[in-house]
């Protein structure tokens, strides 16, 4: 066997190895955050293999497989260290935080927020509209508010998007608060990160999510009537708690993953799965998937939207 088919045999299986400690739960999503970054490795693997193949010492191009495996017992190993070390996983110095008043004129809110890679946390406020505290590698980020007629604008940026993130490294750690008080919108875009979506408080309206992978936890409650939530991310956990009572209309459209729905009956009606009477649900929750290899589990929370509730 020559040293090219070696390498690309090991990489096989040392990705379907990962997927499959993924999707069987034994290794958390979040361990790509740590991998994602090292990808260059693979063109150094191959360049090293190359240089040696022209060489009287054409044996050693073999290392260039040894090199992939180093690698991801290295990720391995900063991923376990970082796992141990955070507990609880949003407790941290923040290096900046920023808040906005609630104001009279405001009748909603929408939060753009460009996160980058590390861990997230977006809560409820019920005394401002927007609070946050922030810890990055590479700077402050942009918060920004604005106004358009009487709906609220909060942007968050990062500065550090392309920025080069050490495996076993701090990425960014923001905790974001928003008000309770409005029918709220957020927009949400990140790399590979660990999110914590405690939306149970919040007037939430709608709800887009774009990222890589991920380790989400979202919690949707029975403040609003009806929640739009769009997610967009690759390879992924997402667990999602809704509460009793609430119909719940899901699309799909994900290459490979298990979807779980403990405790939910789910009818298939055309191109989407719905919860009995749907129509007629306290709460109506529409929920749009669209994903690479992940693990999806949706069940109920210790919330129940009844007739009149809102």
């Known amino acids: 066997m020559n040293p090219s088919r070696l390498r690309t045999g090991v990489f096989f299986i040392l990705t379907g190895s990962i997927l499959l400690l993924n999707t069987t739960g034994v290794l958390g999503w979040s361990f790509w955050v740590d991998l994602v970054w090292l990808w260059p490795v693979l063109l150094i693997a191959i360049g090293v293999e190359k240089v040696l193949l022209a060489t009287r010492v054409r044996q050693l191009a073999y290392i260039s497989s040894l090199i992939l495996i180093l690698t991801v017992v290295w990720a391995w190993s900063s991923y376990a260290r ?7 996983t949003f407790d941290f110095d923040a290096d900046f935080t920023k808040a906005y008043p609630l104001d009279s004129t405001y009748t909603s809110l929408v939060a753009d927020i460009d996160f980058g890679a590390g861990k997230l946390y977006i809560g409820s406020s019920s005394t401002e509209l927007f609070n946050g505290e922030f810890y990055s590698r590479h700077g402050r980020p942009r918060v920004d508010l604005d106004q358009r007629r009487s709906r609220a604008m909060v942007e968050v940026r990062t500065d550090n998007m392309g920025e080069f993130h050490w495996p076993g490294k701090l990425g960014n750690r ?5 008000t309770d008080r409005l029918p709220v919108r957020l927009n949400i875009d990140c790399g590979a990160a660990g999110l914590e979506l405690n939306l149970s408080e919040i007037q939430l309206e709608r709800l887009d999510l774009n990222c890589g992978a991920s380790e989400i936890d979202l919690v949707i409650g029975i403040k609003n009537p009806r929640v739009d939530a769009y997610i967009d991310c690759g390879a992924s956990n997402l667990n999602i708690k809704i509460p009793r009572g609430a119909g719940l209309r899901v699309h799909r459209d994900i290459a490979v993953s298990s979807f779980r729905s403990p405790g939910l009956e789910l009818t298939k009606r055309g191109s989407y ?5 749907f129509d007629g649900a306290p709460i109506q929750i529409n929920l749009d998937l669209e994903a690479g290899v992940s693990a999806f589990t949706v069940s109920y929370s210790n919330e129940t939207a009844k007739p009149g509730s809102i």
Do not use: D, N, S
Request: aromatic share 6%; net charge negative.
């Open 174 to 178: 923001w905790k974001i608060g928003v």
């Open 82 to 88: 970082e796992t141990r070390i955070e507990e609880p």
């Open 273 to 277: 799965r719905e919860t009995p009477a």
